[in-house]
């Protein structure tokens, strides 16, 4: 054993001064880092905090995210996520160990983003949020369309050309909410709640132009996410380019790929329109033409039916009338002879015994009559 | 159906009906008077639906949350 110097009781402090200390310095020299490094042993506790190792190959640090600042957390924590934490260094008295508190996260580069939105997409997805059956059909010609998305963006600029291009009939009700960073989640959910409110609006476009992952993350948040599946308005999501699939795409009634093509979903094309009516307008005509022209061929056909009966008619008659003629008394008279009748009773005679002499007879002829009396009566010839 | 109909029905339902009408009038079933009356309604909506598209623009507002809910502004689009 080597001699140790004496030591005095006024060089000793206590093991709660040092932590104290200790705290106190790493409190003024590491109070607003960036440190970035790997999850593991990702913990949530029962009143929301969330505890977690952030490590990297050779080292690794406690890390513990209060209930505040994990709530406005972007995107859900994973193990094996790559992450960049802002951050204060912290001693923790009771069990003297170091730790990071965290009061920010981003995602270090596309692979934690794309985990977060794999993992999400599948939560969701098992809720039955993205489920065909919940959704409702667009209206084919809305009354007005409520629009989400940043007025100073390209994507208003590009919807609203659009629908003029079409010579769309279109009252559009816009409401100006940022379209990216970490407050633009709420000015959406706002948005979407301001215009799902107006009973006039029949269609909601959410949309904003293209970007990288992180640029769209906002359309990936459960947040927004659920604000959609919750609207009762037809909702239509066009974010970013064609590329670009995000979850309002998944859980929106509609997707659409572009703002240009959100455009014709809410309004029909003014020129097509109006090349159908033309069209359908000539066929009317044509179709009506057509219709009085076999009319009048109808009408033309049934005159000459009815003429027909007409004709074998007057035949029968002129035959029976010439019959008739011939059977008249005035025919036999014609040949001379003439009928005689009892003047007192109009009785025609036809013998010589049916008068007396002194009897009046009238004698027709064949023009005019006599009125005679009978001088004899002979029986026969 | 009156004309007041005619007015309130939307562009694409009157332009169905219209197709509708022109079917049947081509098919040359119907009576000639039901024809006539066909006609005259496809040509009422065929005058309709064409004001409606000449009439045709794009309104653009705003809607902000003001102090006492919220307040339509109108806005001019930047063509």
């Known amino acids: 054993m080597s001699q140790l110097p004496e030591v005095t009781a006024s060089d000793v402090i206590g093991v709660s001064d040092l932590v104290a200390l200790l705290r106190e310095t790493f409190e003024d020299a590491f109070s607003d880092l960036w440190v970035e490094g790997e999850v593991g042993s990702l913990h949530r506790s029962r009143p929301g905090h969330l505890y977690f190792d952030l490590k990297d190959e050779a080292a690794q640090l406690r890390c513990a995210m209060f209930r505040g600042a994990a709530s406005r957390l972007e995107f859900e924590l994973e193990d094996g996520m790559r992450i960049r934490v802002h951050a204060k260094v912290d001693l923790y008295p009771e069990r003297g160990s170091l730790q990071l508190i965290v009061s920010r996260v981003q995602a270090a580069g596309e692979g934690a983003l794309r985990l977060a939105f794999e993992r999400l997409k599948a939560r969701l997805a098992e809720e039955g949020l993205f489920d065909p059956a919940h959704k409702q059909a667009i209206p084919e010609e809305p009354r007005r369309i409520g629009l989400v998305t940043s007025l100073q963006g390209a994507a208003v600029h590009d919807f609203l050309r659009a629908l003029k291009v079409r010579q769309a009939d279109a009252d559009v009700l816009a409401v100006d909410a940022r379209v990216q960073g970490e407050e633009a989640w709420r000015e959406i959910v706002r948005g979407l709640h301001l215009l799902d409110a107006q009973p006039e609006v029949d269609v909601i476009v959410l949309t904003r132009g293209g970007g990288s992952l992180e640029d769209l993350w906002t359309f990936n948040r459960e947040e927004v996410v659920r604000c959609l599946f919750e609207l009762q308005t037809p909702v239509i999501s066009a974010i970013g380019h064609e590329v670009d699939f995000v979850l309002t795409d998944a859980v929106a009634d509609m997707r659409a790929p572009t703002p240009t093509a959100a455009a014709a979903l809410v309004a029909p094309d003014g020129a097509a329109l109006h090349q159908r009516l033309l069209a359908l307008g000539e066929r009317l005509q044509r179709a009506q033409h057509a219709r009085l022209r076999d009319a009048r061929q109808r009408l033309a056909v049934l005159r000459v039916g009815l003429a027909q009966p007409a004709r074998a008619f007057r035949a029968q008659l002129n035959t029976l009338s010439a019959k008739l003629n011939a059977l008249s008394p005035l025919a036999v008279m014609g040949r001379g002879f003439s009928i005689a009748s009892r003047e007192s009773d109009g009785q025609v005679l036809q013998s010589a015994t049916d008068v007396s002499v002194g009897d009046e007879v009238g004698i027709r002829l064949l023009r005019g009559r006599l009125r005679t009396a009978v001088v004899a009566v002979q029986e026969s010839e | ?79």
Do not use: H, I
Not at chain 2, 13 to 30: H, N, P, R, T, Y
Not at chain 2, 32 to 61: H, I, N, P, T, Y
């Open chain 2, 1 to 79: 159906m009156t004309k007041r109909d005619v007015e309130k029905v939307s562009f694409e339902a009157a332009l169905q009906e219209l197709q509708a009408l022109v079917a049947k009038l081509e098919s040359g079933d119907e009576t000639l008077e039901d024809s006539l009356k066909s006609f005259e309604r496809g040509v009422a909506l065929v005058r309709v639906c064409e004001q409606r598209l000449s009439a045709a623009e794009v309104r653009v507002s705003q809607l902000e949350n003001g102090p006492d809910g919220p307040v339509e502004s109108s806005l001019e689009p930047d063509a």
